[in-house]
């Protein structure tokens, strides 16, 4: 039996490890993306890769807080203002 772990990394990207050939990931147009030899990936959750729907490890250099974080500091009342 396959299965597949998908995990939130902290302030950082969707990793996702499936037993090689049991996942699929297509682009909104259908196609699909070569994970050929990748039973494990990373998926961009800050937006800052220029390699999506992969992380490039932008995420670390922009500062991305995940929306887990933000919602805290939110009720803490210190809005998450992004630096310049
Ligand atoms: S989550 Fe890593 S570059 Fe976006």
Do not use: W
């Not at 490890?17 to 961009?44: M, Q, R």
């Amino acid at each position: 039996m396959s299965s597949v772990k998908i995990t939130i990394r902290k302030n950082g990207p969707y990793r996702v490890e499936a037993p090689e050939g049991t996942i699929e990931l297509v682009d909104a147009e259908g196609n699909k993306y070569d994970l050929t030899g990748k039973p494990a990936f990373s998926l961009c959750r800050c937006g800052g890769s220029v390699n999506k729907p992969f992380c490039d490890g932008a995420h670390s250099k922009i500062g991305f807080q995940g929306a887990e974080l933000a919602v805290k500091k939110a009720d803490l009342g210190t809005p998450d203002v992004p630096q310049a």
